[in-house]
């Protein structure tokens, strides 16, 4: 009912920057919080920054400063700017959006993924 599609990862040097996007589409009548998350390997997945339907933004303390998260509501789309990229930055990068669908259920839906390596 709901797909979301990740793109922008990939490979850049330390002090470099990456723009992601995740694009939603389907049934969807609303999309509340959007948010982005990471896991590195032989880790738990983190919050890495979330922003509400009214485009309130929250960040990790380690990427304050260096991430800026931004949606596009009539595109369905959340990025994350990522700017002076660093090597523990290193890590799969997943969306998620959540929101209403046009039977009135509620959804949550993960991106697929996409891998961001940062280079020393």
């Known amino acids: 009912q709901v797909s979301l599609v990740e793109s922008g990862g990939g490979l850049v040097q330390a002090g470099g920057s990456l723009r992601l996007s995740c694009a939603a589409s389907g049934s969807i009548v609303r999309i509340n919080t959007m948010a982005w998350y990471r896991q590195a390997p032989g880790t738990q997945r983190e919050l890495v920054a979330t922003i509400t339907s009214g485009a309130s933004t929250n960040y990790a303390d380690s990427v304050k400063g260096r991430f800026t998260i931004a949606r596009d509501n009539a595109k369905n789309t959340v990025y994350l700017q990522m700017n002076n990229l660093k090597p523990e930055d290193t890590a799969v990068y997943y969306c998620?959006?959540?929101?209403?669908?046009?039977?009135?259920?509620?959804?949550?839906?993960w991106g697929q993924g996409t891998q961001v390596t940062v280079s020393s």
């Open positions: 998620n959006v959540g929101g209403r669908l046009t039977t009135m259920s509620a959804f949550d839906y």
